[in-house]
Every structure is written in C-alpha cells, then in structure tokens.
C-alpha cells in the first residue's frame, strides 16, 4: 500500500509557472506506474500526464504537451508535475495516482486502473 500526498499547488497569472510535487510513502515506490490528473468545478476527472515505473516512457494529454513535464526521483519516492505557460482553463484541483505494474515501461492513463490516489493540490490560474 502506498500514501501520495501532493504540494505546490497556488495561484498564479497566465503565463506563469508552477511545479507541484507528489510525496509516496513505503519503501515500494519503484513498483509504481504514476500520473496526474485534474478536475475542474462541473467537468469530469482528466488524465494529464503519466509516467512509468523507470521514468523513461510518459504520456501526455495534448492539452499540456509541451507546457508541462513529469519526472520521477525513486531515491526521494517523489513525482513532480512542472507547469509553464499556464492557461486560466488549466485551473483544476490536480490528484497524483499511483498502479502497481508489472512492467517498468507501463505508463497507465486510465483513472480507474490506478489504487491509490492523494488528496488533491488546488491550482488557479488567473487571466
């Protein structure tokens, strides 16, 4: 089992940046495929980036390609999410998930397929 617990959600004016950070518990962090999602006031939960278990495959929703980046530090069982270019459409309440998979290259992308999720980091992107 494993806990996330996210940070470094804020406000901040378009354009700007920010970089939030997903701290796992346990000492099992490396059999975890991770990813971010984000949910807007009224809209569904979307998938926006996931990252597999070695950090090298990730997968991004086509509305934040080239804007954010995911990583992974398995020494510091941390993922971080860094956001540029932030748009007012990005506001959302963020959640980090994490899947236990067999393969290292795994990057999961469906919500329903990941057990564990954090509480949320709320992000607000002023216009």
């Known amino acids: 089992q494993v806990q996330l617990v996210e940070s470094g959600g804020g406000s901040v004016q378009a354009g700007g940046s920010l970089r939030l950070s997903c701290a796992a518990s346990g000492r099992t962090f490396t059999s975890y495929a991770m990813g971010w999602f984000r949910q807007a006031p009224g809209k569904e939960r979307e998938f926006v980036v996931g990252i597999s278990r070695s950090g090298r495959g990730t997968n991004y929703a086509d509305s934040v390609k080239g804007r954010f980046t995911i990583s992974r530090d398995n020494a510091k069982n941390t993922v971080y999410l860094q956001m540029n270019s932030l748009k007012p459409e990005d506001t959302a309440v963020y959640y980090c998930?994490?899947?236990?998979?067999?393969?290292?290259?795994?990057?999961?992308?469906?919500?329903?397929?990941?057990?564990?999720w954090g509480q949320g980091t709320q992000v607000t992107v002023s216009s």
């Open positions: 998930a994490a899947d236990p998979t067999l393969s290292i290259y795994t990057i999961v992308v469906v919500a329903d397929q990941y057990d564990y």
